[in-house]
């Protein structure tokens, strides 16, 4: 005669699915972990690509606002200011200008950046006061196109550039 204890310690018609099934958990995870792995990197690539882009937009906006400055200083010690352009003709497309350049240059010599178009001429009787108010006199519009890059450095590659147009009235 058997001793029951001993018969109820020995395993009795198991067959390890068990073993089949934490596996199958474990391969699971690690597919998950992976995917997780792959979409944080990218979400890191997308967040740099955007920063860079973001300081090239900045660093063009400095360019155009520093070019806005250069015209007032200029218009106010001599009354006059030479653009880059003067006459409406040849019509001017900022995106192809940017194009033509070689490069997005760093910021450095904001003239090499910059391409400034006098617009008040263009415009029928554009001298013309209307009212009152000064802000309506349109003796003096400028178009100012400015190209910059991420980098402030010669030595870096940029990676991303950026063009703002913008219009100016001193």
Same mark, same amino acid.
Do not use: H
């Given at each position: 005669?058997?001793?029951?204890?001993?018969?109820?310690?020995?395993? /009795?018609?198991?067959?390890?699915?068990? =073993? /089949?099934?934490? !596996?199958?958990?474990?391969? !699971?995870? &690690?597919?998950? %972990?992976?995917?997780?792995? $792959?979409?944080?990197?990218?979400?890191?690539?997308?967040?740099?690509? /955007?920063?860079?882009?973001? =300081?090239? *937009?900045?660093?063009?906006? !400095? &360019?155009?606002?520093?070019?806005?400055?250069? #015209?007032?200083?200029?218009?106010? =010690? +001599?009354?006059?200011?030479?653009? @880059?352009?003067?006459?409406?003709?040849? +019509?001017?497309?900022?995106?192809?200008? &940017?194009?033509?350049?070689?490069?997005?240059?760093? =910021?450095? @010599?904001?003239?090499?950046?910059?391409?400034? $178009? $006098?617009?008040?001429?263009?415009?029928?009787?554009?001298? $013309?006061?209307? %009212?009152?108010?000064?802000?309506?006199? +349109?003796?003096? #519009? /400028?178009?100012?196109?400015? !190209?910059?890059?991420?980098?402030?450095?010669?030595?870096?590659?940029?990676?991303?550039?950026?063009?703002?147009? +913008?219009? *100016?009235?001193?």
């Amino acid at each position: 005669m058997k001793n029951r204890n001993t018969e109820s310690m020995v395993p /009795y018609k198991q067959r390890g699915a068990v =073993l /089949y099934v934490a !596996l199958i958990m474990l391969i !699971l995870m &690690a597919l998950i %972990g992976i995917a997780g792995m $792959r979409v944080i990197g990218m979400q890191e690539r997308m967040s740099s690509n /955007y920063n860079r882009v973001n =300081l090239a *937009f900045q660093n063009a906006e !400095l &360019a155009a606002r520093d070019s806005e400055a250069d #015209i007032s200083d200029k218009l106010g =010690l +001599t009354g006059t200011f030479a653009a @880059d352009q003067e006459v409406c003709s040849p +019509t001017f497309d900022p995106a192809s200008w &940017a194009d033509g350049n070689d490069s997005a240059r760093p =910021l450095g @010599d904001v003239n090499e950046d910059t391409y400034i $178009r $006098r617009v008040d001429r263009c415009f029928a009787a554009s001298s $013309r006061r209307i %009212g009152n108010k000064e802000n309506e006199e +349109t003796g003096n #519009i /400028y178009e100012i196109t400015a !190209l910059a890059s991420d980098t402030n450095d010669d030595d870096d590659n940029p990676s991303a550039s950026a063009v703002i147009d +913008t219009v *100016f009235i001193p």
